[in-house]
């Protein structure tokens, strides 16, 4: 059930379907990422519709452990940053509460910020 709630996940975030995104997250899920923060699905559906429109992120998942209640996740990540495309590894990992993300930290390799 973890391993599809993810892979639903990316497979969302990579079609840009910001509805079925926001309906893998718990209402007060909590997502990090950098110096940024989300929390409540207001904020979460803020910081994807603004990545979706202007990083154009593509996911690729390389390896996915998933446990009883949490999931680690290794991903490529290609985006397009102030006209350029590029890749980026980065790590998730993810608690999952009543068959929903609840929260979420996210590493860049490098930096989890952009630029």
């Keep these: 059930m973890i391993e599809t709630l993810i892979r639903t996940h990316v497979e969302a975030f990579n079609t840009h379907d910001l509805d079925t995104l926001m309906a893998g997250f718990t209402e007060d899920a909590v997502w990090v990422t950098g110096r940024t923060t989300a929390r409540g699905r207001a904020e979460l ?64 390799e490098g930096s989890a910020d952009i630029g």
């Design 45 to 108: 559906t803020e910081l994807f519709a603004g990545a979706m429109e202007g990083l154009l992120p593509t996911l690729t998942v390389q390896h996915l452990i998933v446990g009883e209640d949490r999931a680690a996740c290794q991903m490529v990540e290609t985006f397009t940053f102030d006209g350029a495309e590029l890749t980026d590894h980065i790590a998730g990992f993810y608690d999952i509460a009543h068959g929903r993300i609840a929260a979420a930290k996210i590493y860049r």
